[in-house]
C-alpha cells in the first residue's frame, strides 16, 4: 500500500471468475447479497428487509459483498438487472459462490474473488483489470 497525502492507493490480487474491466465507485457490505429477491431488477434497489444495503441502489457501482446466498434464479436475476441497465460495473467477492459466478459471467460483468474485502470501503474508487483490484 502506498500513502501520501493522506490518500491510499493499494493493489490486490484475485481469482478470475469472469474477465472484463471496469472502474467505479465502491458499495460495500459484510453481508451475503440474495439477487433474487434482495435486488429489484427494475430500479437495482437492495430491497431485502433489514439488510444493511437496503434502499442502496446497485447500478452503476462496483458491489463488494462476501458471497451470494439463495436461488439459482438470482443468476437471471443479475441478467435482468444487466439487461434493464441497472447491473453493478462489477463484482468483488471474498469467496464467490455459483449463483453469482453464472450471473456475472452471462451478464459479461466482471468478477473476482479471493479479495480481503476488508481493505475496501464504500465511496472507494476501485479499479477491477481481471484478477487485479486497485482500490484508490
Known sequence: MHRSCGERTMELRGRIISRGIAEGEALKTSQ??????????????????????????????????????????????????????MAPIGIINKECETVVAVGAIISEIP???????????????????????IIK
Open 32 to 85: 451475503s447479497i440474495s439477487f433474487y429477491g434482495g435486488v429489484d431488477p427494475d430500479t437495482s434497489e437492495i430491497i431485502e428487509k433489514g439488510h444493511e444495503l437496503e434502499g442502496e441502489r446497485v447500478r452503476a457501482k462496483i458491489l463488494v459483498f462476501p458471497n451470494g446466498k439463495g436461488s439459482t434464479v438470482g443468476s437471471y436475476t443479475l441478467y435482468r438487472l444487466k439487461k434493464n441497465g
Open 111 to 133: 468478477c473476482v474473488d479471493k479479495i480481503d474485502i476488508s481493505k475496501i470501503r464504500t465511496g472507494d474508487i476501485v479499479h477491477i483489470n481481471n484478477s487485479h483490484v
